[in-house]
């Protein structure tokens, strides 16, 4: 016969920011135990009262069933005394002097996100920081630990209704999202030029947080992409706001685009990095078998270095003098807006020649995604600094450092 007991467990590892607590609560629903999660700077914490042999299976399976995302480097149990939980609840995070956790790293975009982003239905249709618990930004937003919205980028962003409703809601994929923002709440984008007569950097797309009205927002985010798609086809060199900094980025095809990079930026010949759409679109320009394959497609986005094809459009000034290039895929809903038309009917989605990219599988299925024709050529994209030069990483340095490399900004307030 099972006896009453309880147990306090101690989890260290990548356990914040990975879904680990809703992972938790689904556990113990699943097994019927009362008790508690948290996070703390030291790791996460959990007490739950039940019968011993349902403790133990709920042990095994925090183990076995961890996140995909999650690591686990200490795992510790206590017997304690059954407290008589009545129910299971994520209490409020707890900082511990002295302590440290490891920071969970920035995640690709889903592939739920990622049809969301291209579903005109959904309420984050073409959002640019669409996430959810198991893609998005972390180490790039958080200030402090433990993990929780006010001490990431995120805290000048209040919730919305309808975000803080998934938030809240077990069943949800985004509940116990940090990062979780829709275009009425959440940062969004805008694009600078510099005005001619007065040398200053001018919004030529306007921040949609006047409104914060959904179908504004999304026009201004659209407005700010589209003029971003036309100056890139005209050959200029655009500074992209991405995660934890800027890019510079070019038409990879257009070979005086990437001798102008090189010149502005003072890099002789060191070879650029290029990020291209989809696999199918990688396969037209360089050779790749399963394993670089594995690699572009996992969810560290790497730069991967592949044999170019001789016959690939892309110019030789990307990488002087060499057969190969590094080629990374896009790893943020803003790099497929990017890559994708602006939408001319209600049934829009990305075309990119994909016949067997991840785009095109993941948004399989879904029958009010048409395609649509436009297709932006591979992009340069490079470190946002001049050589030997740190990083720019916020707007207002950016528009200081980078000033004459850049034509044009596209930026956000993340």
Not at 123 to 152: Q, S
Not at 210 to 218: E, F, G, I, L, P
Not at 238 to 261: Q, S
Not at 345 to 359: D, E, I, N, V, Y
């Given at each position: 016969m099972s006896s009453k007991t309880g147990l306090r467990i101690h989890i260290?590892?990548?356990?914040?920011?990975?879904?680990?607590?809703?992972?938790?609560?689904?556990?113990?629903?699943?097994?019927?135990?009362?008790?508690w999660v948290k996070n703390t700077s030291a790791g996460v914490d959990i007490e739950v009262d039940g019968d011993a042999d349902v403790l133990d299976a709920f042990t095994k399976a925090l183990r076995d069933e961890a996140p995909p995302l999650s690591r686990i480097d200490d795992f510790t149990v206590t017997r304690v005394v059954w407290a008589g939980f009545r129910s299971f609840d994520i209490l409020h995070s707890e900082?511990?002097?002295?302590?440290?956790?490891?920071?969970?790293?920035?995640?690709?975009?889903?592939?739920?996100?990622?049809?969301?982003?291209?579903?005109?239905?959904?309420?984050?249709?073409?959002?640019?920081?669409?996430?959810?618990?198991?893609?998005?930004?972390?180490?790039?937003?958080?200030?402090?630990?433990?993990?929780?919205?006010?001490?990431?980028?995120?805290?000048?962003f209040p919730m919305c209704e309808i975000c803080a409703e998934e938030y809240e809601n077990p069943l949800d994929r985004r509940f116990h999202a940090q990062p979780v923002a829709c275009a009425d709440c959440g940062p969004n984008i805008?694009?600078?030029?510099?005005?001619?007569?007065?040398?200053?950097?001018?919004?030529?797309?306007?921040?949609?947080?006047?409104?914060?009205?959904?179908?504004?927002?999304?026009s201004n985010s659209d407005k700010a992409i589209t003029q971003?798609?036309?100056?890139?086809?005209?050959?200029?060199?655009?500074?992209?706001?991405?995660?934890?900094?800027?890019?510079?980025?070019?038409?990879?095809?257009?070979?005086?685009?990437?001798?102008?990079?090189?010149k502005r930026k003072l890099r002789v010949d060191k070879p650029f990095a290029l990020m291209i759409p989809d696999l199918a679109t990688v396969e037209k320009h360089c050779f790749v078998n399963d394993a670089e394959q594995e690699l572009l497609e996992s969810i560290a986005r790497p730069i991967v270095?592949?044999?170019?094809?001789?016959?690939?459009?892309?110019?030789?000034?990307?990488?002087?003098?060499?057969?190969?290039?590094?080629?990374?895929?896009?790893y943020t809903p803003l790099h497929y807006l990017i890559f994708a038309s602006s939408p001319r009917?209600?049934?829009?989605?990305?075309?990119?020649?994909?016949?067997?990219?991840?785009?095109k599988s993941s948004l399989q299925g879904n029958e009010?995604?048409?395609?649509?024709?436009?297709?932006?050529?591979?992009?340069?994209?490079?470190?946002?600094?001049?050589?030997?030069?740190p990083i720019a990483y916020t707007n207002e340095d950016a528009r200081e450092r980078l000033s004459s490399l850049a034509d044009a900004f596209l930026m956000h307030d993340r």
């Open positions: 260290t590892g990548v356990v914040q920011g990975v879904g680990f607590r809703p992972f938790v609560y689904g556990l113990a629903t699943r097994f019927a135990l009362n008790g900082a511990v002097k002295g302590a440290f956790q490891p920071i969970s790293p920035d995640f690709t975009i889903c592939k739920d996100c990622l049809r969301e982003l291209f579903d005109p239905a959904d309420h984050r249709y073409r959002y640019p920081f669409i996430n959810c618990t198991n893609c998005g930004p972390r180490f790039t937003i958080i200030k402090d630990i433990p993990y929780d919205r006010p001490k990431t980028t995120m805290a000048d805008w694009l600078e030029q510099e005005e001619v007569a007065s040398s200053k950097w001018q919004v030529v797309s306007a921040s949609p947080h006047v409104s914060r009205n959904t179908q504004h927002a999304t971003t798609q036309e100056l890139l086809i005209k050959g200029k060199v655009l500074a992209i706001k991405g995660l934890g900094g800027f890019h510079l980025a070019c038409d990879a095809t257009n070979a005086d685009a990437v001798k102008e990079l090189r270095l592949l044999q170019r094809k001789a016959d690939s459009s892309i110019a030789k000034e990307v990488a002087p003098n060499q057969d190969s290039i590094g080629v990374m895929l896009p009917s209600k049934g829009f989605s990305p075309s990119l020649g994909a016949q067997k990219g991840r785009l009010n995604l048409q395609p649509t024709t436009f297709n932006l050529p591979p992009l340069v994209m490079t470190s946002g600094n001049l050589s030997e030069e």
